[in-house]
Nanobody
């Protein structure tokens, strides 16, 4: 089981950028698809972006496509989410997790603390 720690969140004005990082400890996630999720206040957690084990195939929610980029460095057990052109609607706590597959994006590990992204108008 992989322990996941998210970082990089903060307060940013609309149009700004942030780069989120997900660090793993314990069992490596190098061989598994990974995803970034977010949960806005009063809303359910949703998938933001996913990346396959090799880092070649990605998927993005329509709401972030063209603005966010997911990437990974398997040698470092790290997953990243580059967030550009941020909008107030992006305000949420962001989480990373292993996912079952690119088609089945259910999280497989316990949730970490997440990192809070707040985008002001």
């Amino acid at each position: 089981q992989v322990q996941l720690v998210e970082s990089g969140g903060g307060l940013v004005q609309a149009g700004g950028s942030l780069r989120l990082s997900c660090a793993a400890s314990g069992r490596t996630f190098s061989g598994y698809a990974m995803g970034w999720f977010r949960q806005a206040p009063g809303k359910e957690r949703e998938v933001v972006a996913v990346i396959d084990w090799s880092g070649i195939t990605t998927y993005y929610a329509d709401s972030v496509k063209g603005r966010f980029t997911i990437s990974r460095d398997n040698a470092k057990n790290m997953v990243y989410l580059q967030m550009n052109s941020l909008k107030p609607e992006d305000t949420a706590v962001y989480y990373c997790n292993r996912i079952a597959s690119m088609s089945n994006r259910n999280a497989l590990n316990p949730w970490g603390q997440g990192t809070l992204v707040t985008v002001s108008s």
